[in-house]
């Protein structure tokens, strides 16, 4: 099964959230393990928080 049949079986959802991790993470994650992704989601909100800490957090 090619992407683009995959695509024809995924819901508004899972479609959705192919598109906004694409946007935030700047590449193709359609093809991307769950785990990757959510390793460099992680990556970016921290990169983006890590001067935004509240007193006595690491």
Same mark, same amino acid.
């Given at each position: 099964?090619? $992407?683009? $049949?995959? =695509?024809?079986?995924?819901? #508004?959802? #899972?479609? !959705?959230? /192919?598109?906004?991790? &694409? &946007?935030?993470?700047?590449?193709? !994650? &359609?093809?991307?393990?769950?785990?990757?992704?959510?390793?460099?989601?992680?990556?970016? /909100? $921290? &990169?983006? =928080?890590?001067?935004?800490?509240?007193?006595?957090? #690491?």
């Amino acid at each position: 099964m090619n $992407e683009q $049949e995959k =695509t024809l079986f995924m819901s #508004e959802q #899972e479609k !959705t959230l /192919i598109y906004k991790t &694409s &946007s935030i993470l700047r590449k193709d !994650t &359609s093809i991307m393990r769950l785990n990757d992704i959510i390793e460099e989601l992680v990556h970016v /909100i $921290e &990169s983006k =928080t890590k001067d935004v800490r509240l007193p006595g957090q #690491e």
